[in-house]
């Protein structure tokens, strides 16, 4: 098997994951580099996933504000593959990068500017260069889209009336009256509860304010609430068009959350940014916790080449492991798992240029060795 030089860009808790995962994986041989514009973030986290594992090695470096160092460029001269874990203003930069030096490319952010950037770079290359490809923009996409394709196939049609996805990651406790504990990111949080959703209504793909639509769900026999917020949906509006009728990303949250968040976002001063304003009002009301779960759910709906109205649906709930030796939070391993295995499928050589949820095989994606060790197989 061949050993790969694998880069990781940006070592917070999913640089740190994605580390791990890699390391304890018996389906890849690799030396990692990992990143950071803090060396004592770079140092830290290359400690811990070399006392995690036996068989590989991480080496830490700088990533400078701005342009390359001696080191970092003479360890992107031998890497195979970038996993860019830095914050979605860095992908173009980091994907600039990957083709100038000829290695492939994979990145989680759902920003909509840099991913069209991150796409106008990537055409014609020749490596593949997987984009969104976390939980949510990623996961959820690839297993909406398995259903979909599950569906249509059992059922035989082409066209379908709903597709709808919904991703959570919460605590296991909230309190009144925001009801809600931080996981992962709370610029994120803030950031895709101020920008526009993206959804398809009646076959047309309409951007629409987020948290406009709060409705009530029950999954798995537990009641939630869940509503429109940005760049959940990837690119499956753009590549089921036609087919299907209603396509919905949402976000879930505990009951009561979203009536507090809209609250804070409509009393922000006219003079002040909504999404720094809620992003300071979280991180001053809400704590943050290392106890999680993590809840995917995906639908489909439509009637059969029969007439008779079908549905398809998909829970997973997920929740914190043991990675190694450390204990990972639910939103590491469920956000690092499906970059690593986009890694594994990079690496094979299977893809080039821009690729999307849409173009993944979902078969092999979702059974795969890393991230089906994560979620579970599925049918």
Known sequence: ?????????????????????LASNESINCHLYIGDRFDSSANRVAKTINENSEAVVCDPFVIPEEGLTSDMEAILKKSDIILDCLPGSQAPRLAQYAKDYKCHYANL??????????????????????????????????????????????????????????????????????????????????????????????????????????????????????????GGAADLPKALAGKVKNLTYKTIRFPGHYNWAKSVI???????????????????????????????FASVKGKDSNGILRAMEKSIRVYPSKVGKKTLRAIQTTTAAPLCEAALLLLKGKYKGPVFQSRIDTESFLNGPIVSSIYGKID
Request: zero cysteines; charged letters at 20%.
């Open 1 to 21: 098997m061949s050993t790969y030089n694998i880069l990781i860009a940006g070592a917070g808790g999913i640089g740190e994951a994605a580390g791990l995962i």
């Open 109 to 230: 952010t759902e920003y909509v500017k840099e991913t069209d950037m991150v796409t106008e770079i990537a055409e014609g290359a020749d490596t593949g260069f997987i984009l969104q490809t976390g939980l949510a923009p990623g996961y959820i996409n690839v297993i909406a889209n398995h259903l979909f394709n599950k569906f249509t196939a059992l059922y035989n049609v082409d066209v379908v009336e709903s597709l709808d996805m919904k991703v959570g990651a919460l605590s296991k406790h909230a309190r009144a009256p925001h009801f809600y504990a931080f996981t992962w990111s709370p610029i994120g949080v803030a950031t895709e509860y101020v920008k526009d959703a993206l959804i398809v209504q009646d076959f047309e793909t309409r951007s629409i304010p987020s948290l406009s639509a709060t409705e009530t769900i029950l999954i798995d026999g537990i009641e939630y609430e869940d509503d429109y917020t940005s």
């Open 266 to 296: 409509e009393s922000t001063p006219s003079d002040k940014d909504k999404v720094s304003n809620l992003n300071s009002t979280m991180l001053n009301n809400i704590p943050a916790v290392e106890d999680d779960v993590v809840i995917v």
